[in-house]
Nanobody, 122 residues
């Protein structure tokens, strides 16, 4: 079992920045991929970014590439999502997820955090 706890959400204006964190516990993350998804009201949960725990290989959704950066600290069992140049369309609940398959499909991830709200005002 993997437990994930997110933090760092909040409210910013357009163009602002936030850093989300996700701390994992319960078992080693070797062989896992950690990902961020988001869900806006009335919309499906969508992929944002992922990172392989062992190799640190990253991947981004097209609409966040160049603005968001995912990183991890193995010693702290923590993944961060640095979000810059935020837009109103980035507003959503952001979820951290862990799974053994490195994909962009939320069904591939077995473990989820509780989510953290990001609000972007224009």
């Amino acid at each position: 079992q993997v437990q994930l706890v997110e933090s760092g959400g909040g409210a910013v204006q357009t163009g602002g920045s936030l850093r989300l964190s996700c701390t994992a516990s319960g078992r080693t993350l070797r062989g896992y991929t950690l990902a961020w998804f988001r869900q806006a009201p009335g919309k499906e949960r969508s992929f944002v970014s992922r990172i392989t725990w062992s190799g640190g290989i990253t991947y981004y959704a097209a609409d966040v590439k160049g603005r968001f950066t995912i990183s991890r600290d193995s010693a702290k069992n923590t993944v961060w999502l640095h979000m810059n140049s935020l837009k109103p369309e980035d507003m959503a609940v952001y979820y951290c997820a862990a799974g053994t398959a490195s994909t962009s499909y939320y069904s591939s991830y077995n473990y989820w955090g509780q989510g953290t709200q990001v609000t972007v005002s224009s």
